[in-house]
């Protein structure tokens, strides 16, 4: 992060190059998840990739459009860690009694 | 004398105020901690959308090639190439490039207006399939009101963003608004985007009619 800070002088941090790699990596990851829709697949083993793929997406969007890349370290690390965290303790609510319901179906 | 000192040593602290610890503007803050709050709305809902989806074996599948994988599929790249010229018009922006970055935004908005006239046909036809937000043909309610709930608070948010940008094309054009007024409406276009991200696979691609 500080060796972008030397570049940066203020805000138009990026060039149109990187903005078009980014995207069509987005794109590409986009059909791959296509690809992948037709695969037959256990839904949860699809659910997980399908999942993985996006939030490589997000960060691709995050940092490099939403520009969190070239903020202050100490932005990213107020917004991201807490986020994750809440995402976690809903997670830890909901799927303890889903698990137990996909057994209690297949037996 | 020992008080004095300590006022100092507090006046000095960067605790003590009129220091900028995230080095950005108050508005890009707070479009920040909206969109930190509006992710947690989105994660719930599609946490618990992942729950019935996982633990239904019958769960609907309506979604064949054409049209519904094929314009979702289109929806994403027009929403996608959308937030491309967002960061070309903030860029512009940055570089007082006016009309260059209102040509960008209007064409974030047009993008943006596509997306939402082609989920509207999509809808339609998946009501005329027979599935509504309150039942489905194959008698599944929750697919409907997990689809029409998610989509349609997330068309919502399109619909917001794409008045949002154009009142910030038009606001930006004569002066009334700055370059980082655009790139805060940029931070919250990108989230629209990135929240389908995740709707796409999750909703349309867990589905497909195979």
């Known amino acids: ?76 690390l107020t917004l991201i860690p807490p986020t994750i965290f809440c995402i976690c303790m809903i997670l830890i609510f909901f799927f303890p009694d889903s698990w137990r319901l996909l057994q209690i179906r297949t037996q | 004398m020992h008080e004095t000192k300590t006022d100092v040593a507090v006046a000095s602290s960067p605790w003590s105020g009129g ?58 790249v027009v929403l996608l190439f959308s937030s491309l010229t967002m960061v070309l018009g903030v860029a512009a922006a940055h570089k007082n490039d006016r009309s260059k970055a209102m040509r960008y935004l209007l064409l974030t908005a047009l993008g943006g207006l596509a997306f939402v006239v082609l989920h509207t046909t999509e809808w339609i036809n998946l009501f005329h399939e027979g599935y509504k937000p309150w039942s489905t043909p194959e008698g599944v309610p929750l697919f409907g009101a997990t689809f029409f709930g998610i989509t349609g608070l997330h068309m919502l948010h399109v619909t917001t963003g794409v008045i949002y940008l154009i009142v910030m094309a038009l606001g930006y054009g004569n002066g009334k608004f700055t370059a980082d007024d655009v790139e805060v409406s940029g931070l919250y276009w990108h989230f629209v985007d990135l929240v389908w991200m995740f709707v796409f696979p999750m909703i349309y691609l867990m589905s497909i009619k195979l």
């Open chain 1, 1 to 76: 992060m500080s060796e972008h800070g030397s570049e940066a002088t203020g805000h138009s941090v990026g060039s149109t190059k990187l903005f078009l790699t980014v995207w069509i990596w987005l794109v590409a990851i986009t059909g791959f998840e296509v690809f992948l829709g037709y695969e037959k697949l256990e839904p949860k083993l699809m659910l997980t990739l399908l999942v993985a793929l996006s939030l490589v997406k997000a960060a691709l969007i995050v940092a490099y459009f939403m520009h969190l890349k070239y903020e202050k370290l100490s932005l990213a």
């Open chain 2, 19 to 76: 220091t900028a610890p995230f080095a950005v503007n108050s508005k890009k803050l707070g479009m920040w901690l909206f969109i930190v709050s509006d992710t947690l709305t989105f994660s719930a809902m599609l946490l618990v959308y992942s729950w019935v989806r996982l633990s239904n074996p019958d769960w609907p599948r309506p979604f064949e090639i054409y049209p519904a994988i094929v314009k979702s599929t289109i929806m994403t």
